[in-house]
């Protein structure tokens, strides 16, 4: 186990680097931010030279791999770290400067089931992108097919557990001061990113989503997902097949080649909500580097690194949210909200309605240009705090993806309505799901598990029947001793002193990025 000692020496390290860019300001000057984390943030600024507009951004990447992952999902959360800080994150690209190509040959090497010198015809050495955790070379397999390999950085997944370590422990001090920071649930948002940055580490898991949502998506005319080639895919080493396409980032180029970048953009937003309120399973990193249209106007997703998924209790009342902003139906919003427990029963529905009113008003009927989801979403925030709702961590990367599909389509059609283009979807949805025939075909499945259960009904019935509440069980978060809780002796003393003298920087530098 890690001693206290050392997750105090990297984060007055990391705390630095947050002060360098001008990032504790804001958490100073925040309301809500604990007193003990104030004064921290005070001692870590102390001797560094600010810029005047803060660079959190930067500071992330500077930081390192595990902290990009961790700014990238903290950019939708500005009810954690303040508006400005989640505007300058969602600039927070997964980019570093390339691995040596004599270390990822030796990857690849040493990863597959047979020498890369058999299985591939030529590798090429140059990178087509380079991002915290892997690369991606452009090859030609064996038997003459153009793919791309990614690779795993050497030692990335030894570099992970040391950071992700020291953010459960760093979370685990910030939610004991209770208040504010207990609410936030930092602890289940470490263990969250944990869970998403184990199955990006393992490539297998990737092929595993991409395979999973080519099925799912076959049938969608104009989404194309690579196919996998299992021979040339490891834990370490993952080979798909090579995407021919503009990146949708590139809207001169689009509009060059004949591309209507409006039918696009509209084609972007229904396809995500085909994943999400659809299929339950969603591409959750769909940001301009991981989308190309190819020539015949389709467009490719890759890098499935990162997945959401969601049950089809959630994803009801997701759909009914939607609609409910889109039509006005405030009052159905705020009970979906206590049906799911995501406000306490102690608040008055109808307030809470009222409140959702506030937020959904201004949007209605006007295009993303002169309001955004995103500013939807900060709103909504907003409002959390008045009604004590906890951070719903399983929400996460749906809220993160959200952002990233409006920004995108924004990008393509600066003048597109999106919750135009979303209410037909989802009142479809709604209606397919709600209907007369969906509620038969729901009865006739709850009646056929209640009979297979019937032999083991009596004795394991409160373990049996479904419960209340939209979010799933929260993933567990490990017990981690307090440094404030331990007895004296045992070196107790020396951390105290360490504490004082050095951890400030580090405590406050994770009140921002955990």
Aim: some cysteine; glycine content about 8%; hydrophobic content about 45%.
């Amino acid at each position: 186990m890690t001693r206290p000692a050392t997750h105090i020496f990297r984060l007055l390290k990391w705390g630095r680097i947050l002060a360098r860019h001008g990032a504790l300001r804001g958490i100073e000057a925040d309301r809500n931010t604990p007193p003990q984390v104030k004064r921290l943030c005070r001692i870590a600024r102390l001797g560094t030279i600010q810029p005047k507009q803060p660079d959190y951004a930067g500071a992330f990447r500077a930081i390192g791999p595990a902290a990009i992952k961790l700014g990238q999902t903290l950019a939708t959360r500005p009810d954690l770290v303040g508006e400005e800080a989640a505007r300058n994150l969602l600039d927070l690209q997964d980019s570093l400067p390339p691995e040596r190509f004599d270390r990822i040959f030796e990857e690849i090497d040493s990863s597959l089931n047979r020498p890369a010198a058999e299985l591939f015809e030529h590798i090429d050495p140059e990178p087509v992108g380079a991002a915290s955790i892997a690369q991606v070379h452009r090859a030609r397999t064996s038997d003459g097919r153009d793919v791309a390999v990614k690779v795993l950085r050497p030692g990335i997944r030894e570099q992970f557990a040391r950071d992700i370590e020291t953010y459960e422990w760093a979370a685990a001090h910030l939610e004991a001061l209770g208040g504010e920071a207990a609410r936030l649930r930092p602890q289940l948002v470490i263990a969250n990113l944990k869970r998403w940055t184990l199955r990006e580490l393992d490539l297998r898991r990737e092929a595993a989503s991409a395979s999973e949502i080519k099925e799912a998506m076959e049938a969608v005319e104009g989404y194309v997902i690579p196919a996998i080639d299992w021979d040339r895919t490891s834990g370490r080493v993952l080979t798909l097949e090579w995407v021919d396409g503009i990146k949708i980032s590139d809207v001169e180029a689009l509009k060059a080649a004949g591309h209507d970048t409006a039918k696009l953009a509209e084609r972007l937003v229904l396809t995500f909500l085909r994943q999400a309120i659809s299929e339950g399973f969603f591409h959750a990193d769909m940001h301009q580097g991981n989308l190309f249209v190819t020539p015949d106007g389709s467009i490719a997703a890759i890098d499935f690194g990162i997945m959401g998924r969601i049950n089809r209790q959630a994803r009801l009342w997701l759909a009914e949210i939607l609609y409910g902003l889109t039509t006005g139906n405030y009052r159905r919003v705020a009970e979906i909200h206590f049906e799911a427990q995501y406000v306490p029963d102690y608040h008055n529905v109808d307030e809470f309605a009222t409140a959702l009113r506030a937020v959904g008003e201004p949007t209605r009927g006007k295009p993303v240009s002169e309001l955004s989801v995103g500013q939807m979403l900060d709103s909504l925030f907003a409002i959390t705090r008045d009604f004590d709702m906890q951070t719903q961590p399983h929400l996460l990367l749906l809220q993160k993806t959200m952002v990233m599909v409006e920004g995108v389509a924004t990008s393509l059609n600066p003048a597109i309505n999106m919750w135009e283009v979303s209410a037909p979807f989802v009142r479809e949805w709604i209606r397919d799901e709600l209907g007369p025939e969906a509620a038969i075909a729901d009865g006739l499945r709850e009646r056929v598990k209640t009979l297979a259960l019937i032999p083991d009904l009596i004795k394991r019935l409160d373990e049996r029947l479904p419960r209340k509440g939209g979010a799933p069980p929260a993933p567990p978060v490990p017990a981690i001793p307090l440094i404030w809780e331990r007895r004296q002796g045992s070196g107790w003393w020396r951390y105290l002193g360490v504490a004082l003298a050095a951890a400030a920087a580090g405590a406050a530098g994770m009140w921002a990025i955990g």
